[in-house]
């Protein structure tokens, strides 16, 4: 089985488990645009060495300040949708908040937010995300 289609099957998984309504709506409309920002953002920070004082993306930190690297933030893909485009205060995690404004499933956002992800998880995930909604990323 290929990891797309594995990805595809745990997010089915977790959204059968959790009861319809869980996060407020049945079937969530993808915002596949800030899908695609948040995406693109991955890209070019994992393409970034993981001791580039430059780089922020770190999937196993929702929103930190980091004074010896050179932007002083690091950050998840959740963090980055939450703080740095929607605008909220990076002192509180808004999972729930990030999900809704991505329109994504409760099996999605706990996919896409994994802490063990690589980027090329995170971009595959994405793309199911997209599927969803009849787009491509």
Not at 50 to 64: C, S, V
């Amino acid at each position: 089985m290929d990891k797309k289609t594995y990805l595809s099957r745990e997010i089915a998984g977790l959204n059968s488990a959790c009861y319809n309504g869980y996060w407020g709506v049945v079937d969530p409309v993808p915002n596949v645009p800030l899908l695609r920002k948040a995406t693109e953002w991955v890209a070019e920070q994992s393409a970034l060495s993981i001791l580039d004082p430059n780089r922020k993306w770190d999937q196993t930190t929702w929103y930190e300040t980091r004074p010896e690297t050179g932007c002083g933030t690091v950050c998840c893909v959740a963090g980055y949708v939450s703080v740095d485009l929607l605008g909220n205060d990076p002192g509180n995690n808004h999972a729930e908040k990030t999900s809704e404004a991505l329109g994504l499933t409760f099996g999605e956002a706990e996919t896409l937010f994994k802490a063990t992800n690589t980027a090329e998880t995170v971009q595959l995930v994405a793309e199911l995300i997209a599927e969803r909604a009849g787009e491509k990323l």
